[in-house]
């Protein structure tokens, strides 16, 4: 069972990138149903609604392992990590290909006018350096600091929440419920640290 | 496109495409590598659209009834005048994109919201209230509000402040002709307006994290008003107006940010005093009272400079450049003489 979590895993992530994929294969037959009548928008938001879903779920592998006691978790880190990235990545390439046009000089002035869009760049470029070191040959060569390096994703994680709290226009539903996971997984993550009782809680004994 | 550069006088309406050819017309010109052969795809393609449109579903309006009268008035309705800034010549937005890409907070903050929770609204009876600084206040059943006023159909663009637009066929008449039925006074140098409150209908109105205070509210200064380009729409592309474009009806102002043209109003207000707009009081430093469209003084949150004209397609992207009062400047443009457009914005 362990063994094919890895591999299922793997594939029900990578799900909603296919299921978008079909869909814009489906527009360019011509069946625009999906996409609605402004298919650069709807991939911007999807792509971020699953952007922060991965990364909400990345940061959740560390805490689950301790909660459920299953070290085996600690395996998919890495990969759900990576499936954060991409999932950004794209949805930075929505904006710069399909939004933008590939006008750089917009892309900057987007990057230095708009608070949200700095605050989510800013959350891609620490996932961008999580990926980037996050193959064991870099593990090793960065030592502890790795692990300091990698805590970061915490900062992406709340950077990510900013950059969508930025965003909404009336109701703070969603962003609320993003910056409670946050928050939630971030506090889990101290109490675990510093106090011995929470270390010892599992939800289920083995 | 060449579309977009065309002056609105240079095409009579006539040749306009029927919006519901305007998918298949763009299938057909990426079919001959995307070269825009013009009104001629329209007219082979003509026949289709108009089968198209008599199949169309009255269950997209979702109106829990349509009243006969209402029918029978629109049926009644002027065709839009050939050319000019009544009729505007860009390409119709499709009905179904019209009807289902909607920022209708009370249903919903999502884009299809409203087109998917609006369920059987009810339209009929309908009042609308008309106060303050005039003299013929009261309460005013819709019938009421519209018999003496022929209906129009008139070609708008509708830029929102979120940098797209569409073009859409309303069906309604000059605000200002309504406005001066009930006699402004000296007092009166705005209109204030008020959609309906009720979280029944309007699920959002009900939502504990949203932060507008309902009912959603706007204005206009008395000559902006008695513009003859400010309309009362009470319906789109020869229909009654669908729940969610603001039935039974609502404002029009062309040359403003969509949030302007208020939908489903239940009460006109004439007032000596500037009246606080939903989003203004929300936002000001985004949102201001006048909220012209204008390229040159961007939204915090999205460059004005150019729009995504509706549909845009993946493969065939539809950024134009916006224009000053969103092309009515040669209409509108004197109302603002000697105002900074960028403080005033
Ligand atoms: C590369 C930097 C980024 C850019 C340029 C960017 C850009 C955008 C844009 C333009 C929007 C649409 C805003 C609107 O409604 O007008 C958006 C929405 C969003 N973004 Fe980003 N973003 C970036 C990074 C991120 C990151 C790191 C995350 C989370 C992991 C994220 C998650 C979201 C979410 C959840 C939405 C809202 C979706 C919705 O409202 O349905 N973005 N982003």
């Known amino acids: ?206 | 496109m060449l579309i977009k550069t065309r002056k609105a006088s240079d095409i009579p309406s006539s040749e306009i495409t029927p919006a519901s050819v305007y998918f298949s017309r763009r299938d057909f010109m990426r079919g001959v590598g995307g070269i825009a052969i013009g009104s001629a795809a329209g007219v082979l393609m003509s026949g289709d659209a108009m089968a198209e449109d008599a199949n169309r579903s009255p269950a997209l309006l979702n109106l829990a009834s349509k009243p006969a009268w209402l029918v029978q008035k629109i049926s009644q309705r002027k065709p839009a005048p050939p050319s000019g800034p009544f009729a505007a010549a860009d390409e119709k937005t499709p009905f179904n994109d019209a009807t289902t890409y909607n920022n209708f907070y009370e249903f919903g903050t999502d884009k299809t919201d409203p087109s998917s929770r609006a369920k059987n609204f009810a339209i009929d009876p309908w009042s609308v209230e008309i106060a303050g600084e005039c003299n013929k206040p009261g309460k005013y059943t819709l019938e009421d509000i519209l018999k003496p006023h022929t209906l129009e159909d008139r070609v708008y663009r509708l830029r929102c402040v979120e940098a797209w637009s569409m073009v859409i066929p309303w069906v309604g008449f000059s605000l200002g002709d309504l406005l001066k039925r009930f006699e402004p006074n000296g007092n009166a140098k705005f209109v204030e307006f008020q959609t309906l409150q009720d979280p029944k209908q309007f699920p959002e109105q009900s939502s504990r994290f949203a932060t507008i205070h309902w009912p959603y509210m706007e204005g206009l200064r008395m000559d902006e008003a008695m513009h003859p380009l400010a309309m009362m729409a009470v319906g789109l592309y020869g229909d009654a107006m669908p729940a969610q474009n603001g039935a039974p009806i609502r404002l029009v102002v062309p040359w403003k940010y969509g949030f302007k043209s208020i939908k489903s109003i239940v009460r006109i207000r004439f007032r000596s005093e500037m009246p606080t707009n939903t989003w203004k009081d929300l936002q000001p430093s985004e949102y201001g009272f006048y909220a012209n469209v204008n390229p040159a003084v961007n939204h915090p949150r999205w460059s004005q400079a150019t729009e995504r004209r509706l549909p845009t397609s993946l493969f065939m992207p539809h950024r134009i450049e916006t224009k000053p009062f969103n092309g009515y400047a040669d209409e509108v443009e004197s109302l603002y003489a000697g105002m900074d457009l960028r403080k005033n914005y």
């Open chain 1, 1 to 206: 069972m362990q063994k094919f979590l890895k591999p299922l895993v793997f594939v029900v992530l990578l799900g909603p990138a296919l299921w978008w994929a079909y869909i814009i294969w489906r527009a360019y037959q011509g069946d625009v149903a999906y996409l609605g009548p402004d298919p650069p928008k709807m991939l911007e938001l999807v792509s971020g609604e699953w952007a922060i879903r991965m990364l909400m779920l990345s940061l959740a592998v560390t805490p689950l392992r301790y909660l459920l006691n299953a070290p085996y978790l600690w395996r998919l880190r890495r990969m759900v990590g990576l499936y954060a990235f991409f999932y950004v990545s794209l949805h930075f390439l929505v904006f710069v290909l399909l939004l933008l046009e590939l006008d750089f000089s917009a892309l900057a002035k987007e990057l230095s006018e708009r608070p949200y869009i700095t605050l989510g760049f800013m959350a891609w470029t620490i996932l961008f350096l999580l990926a980037v070191t996050s193959f064991n040959r870099a593990q090793r060569w960065l030592g502890r600091h790795w692990k300091r390096l990698h805590r970061g994703v915490y900062v992406a994680g709340v950077l990510a929440v900013m950059h969508l709290i930025w965003i909404v226009r009336s109701d703070f539903g969603e962003a609320l419920l993003y910056l409670a996971i946050v928050a939630a997984l971030l506090i889990y993550r101290a109490l675990h640290k510093f106090i011995p009782g929470v270390r010892q809680f599992v939800l289920f004994k083995p």
